[in-house]
């Protein structure tokens, strides 16, 4: 799921800009983190990356209400791919929709 996000920001004008030219980690730190948010164990973020801290983490991105629509918009392609149970599925982007709109740190 991951994996399908980021290939989506890889051909988007407005997010491909804010990321870093190798998404190797961002593939890797987006998937230990969400694994551990949703109730796998440390080792795959915090252990090495320490608190998620995620506003935090995204201060230096200059995430805007257009960046947070298309942000969400690939999440929510990849979550569907996924083909989960509906009510799993309701609850990731419900998530995915709630942090987005939660990292928004600049006007426009
Ligand atoms: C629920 C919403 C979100 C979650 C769970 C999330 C999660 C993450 C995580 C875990 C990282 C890696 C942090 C690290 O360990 O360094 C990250 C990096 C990043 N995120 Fe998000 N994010 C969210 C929303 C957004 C939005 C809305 C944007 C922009 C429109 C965004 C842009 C970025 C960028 C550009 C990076 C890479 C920063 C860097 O490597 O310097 N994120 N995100």
Known sequence: ???R???GVETDPVLR???PDDLTESVRNTAGFLAQ???GGTEQ???ER???RLRMRHGHVAIDTAGRDR???HMTEAVHAEHLAPELEAKLLAYFE???TAMVNHDG
Do not use: C, I, Q, T
Request: without cysteine; aromatic residues 30%; proline residues 8%.
């Open 5 to 7: 996000f980021y290939a």
């Open 45 to 47: 973020y915090s252990d």
């Open 98 to 100: 709630m942090g987005a």
């Open 50 to 52: 320490g608190h998620p």
């Open 17 to 19: 800009p804010l990321y």
């Open 37 to 39: 948010y949703w109730g």
């Open 1 to 3: 799921m991951v994996e």
């Open 71 to 73: 942000w969400v918009h």
